[in-house]
């Protein structure tokens, strides 16, 4: 059965180490910098556990996006589920539980993948699914290698433990040291998946490992970046970063024992790399992303709508206009999440069910990528000076002496000072504040950079197709054809 939001707040009191501001916090729960999110995702539990939405969001008394689908209809279901979930918070939760619960099924689609002649991780693979699904946890991942020397292999780094490798072998299990980045709603988390999705050279054999372990384990640390939430002045005054920043911490194991049955992938390097790419989790990935993406911008050009009928404009032609090509980008990214539901593929013969198009799917990345900051470059354009010319506070609008003149002077035909406060408050959250300026970089390298994922469409794509089409009008005519 799904878990209850108290029942996941509960989870969270388990003595993890996690650090802000060079201090420990003893309860995310309970901290100002983290209280806030922890309660917008203790909502989410309770939309799965028993609301109207439960029978959308859960499957056989798990969440679907557990669920490993069989059929076109399947992804167009477990889609309904991401998108209520990605409603719930406007689309500015990017890692929610439902994201790695997407990865978890992809390995279990195809365990075949783990079983090497060195090592076989197939059943620690299929045992990492069904524990995260049937005790509804929340699965969290750092797989990429701290950016201190990117000419360098992992094994070539100036010191041994700067990328996650494996130290020791011992009765039950292995050691390891080292740290992973980025650790998004990591602090929030049930268990965290500790690998690398970036390909390894021949020689990082010992870094090339993949593992599951609680938050609570002996010798992980996460070093938390600044937490909005904790600057916020309050939910008036930051309505987004007041309760939904997820923050992003890095990893660091420090002798951290990890027991045989939680290793997915050993000094194997094709394993470590082909356990995302080659079954369908990352596709996986890509779909709960892409309709998280399609539900921010629905949400973003409905803030442009708001605004630009607050300031009386939005009858204005040129105003219509950048109107419609918000809405034509909430439509191109709707396109993708359908399109590559549409062009679902097999896996594994239909043995593993199906997953999202790959083609379409990682067209997706290009597209969002670019697509984001264009898309808040054109709201503020919209937004214009109102969303800096504004009370340091809510607090001014209650003053027996500022408020009269706040309601006076910033207000708008048929829209009061406080409507007009509240709305580009939430404005300047999305876009100029510093969690905006994070959630623009976060969408620029959501699926890594640029010229990781323009290589790979480069190879995935069907240029062979494309070419051959292009061949077949050159073949078609010749100096001596006629006109």
Request: with cysteine.
């Amino acid at each position: 059965m799904t878990r209850s939001g108290h029942e996941y707040l509960a989870s969270l009191r388990d003595g993890r180490e996690i650090w802000l501001d060079g201090e420990r916090v003893e309860d995310v729960t309970s901290h100002p910098a983290f209280r806030n999110t922890a309660a917008s995702i203790a909502r989410l539990y309770d939309l799965a556990h028993d609301s109207e939405h439960t029978p959308v969001l859960t499957q056989g008394g798990v969440h679907r996006a557990y669920a490993i689908p069989r059929s076109y209809e399947d992804l167009v279901a477990r889609r309904e589920a991401y998108k209520v979930w990605a409603e719930a918070s406007f689309g500015f939760l990017g890692r929610t539980p439902d994201y790695m619960a997407g990865g978890a099924a992809g390995f279990a689609a195809l365990p075949s993948l783990f079983r090497t002649e060195g090592y076989d991780g197939s059943a620690a693979a299929l045992a990492y699914h069904r524990r995260l699904a049937e005790g509804d946890l929340y699965p969290t991942f750092t797989i990429t290698n701290p950016q201190i020397d990117r000419t360098r292999s992992a094994s070539e780094q100036e010191e041994d433990d700067l990328v996650v490798r494996v130290v020791a072998e011992k009765d039950g299990g292995i050691v390891v040291r080292g740290a992973k980045m980025i650790g998004t709603a990591a602090v929030f988390g049930n268990e965290v998946i500790v690998g690398t999705i970036e390909p390894l050279a021949p020689q990082d054999v010992e870094h090339a490992v993949c593992f599951s372990v609680p938050i609570d384990t002996p010798g992980l640390k996460f070093i938390s970046r600044t937490s909005y939430e904790a600057q916020a002045r309050s939910v008036f005054d930051n309505p987004l970063s007041s309760r939904f920043d997820e923050n992003d911490a890095l990893l660091v194991c420090d002798d951290v024992f990890v027991p045989w049955e939680r290793v997915l992938a050993y000094r194997n390097v094709d394993v470590s790399f082909g356990m995302w790419w080659r079954t369908p989790a990352y596709l996986n990935f890509v779909h709960q992303a892409a309709t998280r993406f399609w539900t921010k911008l629905e949400f973003l050009t409905g803030v442009a709508i708001l605004i630009t009928k607050a300031n009386n404009t939005y009858q204005l032609p040129p105003v219509t206009q950048a109107i419609g090509r918000l809405l034509g980008r909430v439509a191109q990214a709707k396109a993708f999440v359908l399109a590559a539901e549409a062009s679902y593929e097999e896996v594994d013969g239909g043995r593993g069910g199906v997953a999202p198009g790959k083609d379409i799917s990682f067209a997706q990345r290009i597209m969002a990528g670019e697509l984001y900051p264009q898309a808040v470059q054109e709201i503020k354009l919209l937004a214009g000076g109102g969303v800096i010319q504004l009370p340091a506070s809510g607090e001014d609008l209650l003053h027996p002496e500022l408020g009269p003149l706040v309601r006076k002077y910033i207000r708008s035909p048929g829209t009061p000072a406080e409507d007009r406060v509240k709305l580009l408050k939430l404005a300047w959250d999305a876009l100029g504040s510093e969690f905006a300026g994070r959630h623009e970089q976060y969408e620029r390298f959501y699926h890594g950079a640029p010229h990781v994922y323009l290589m790979q469409q480069a190879w995935e794509g069907d240029a062979p197709a494309c070419e051959a089409l292009a061949q077949a009008c050159l073949d078609g005519y010749d100096l001596r054809s006629t006109r």
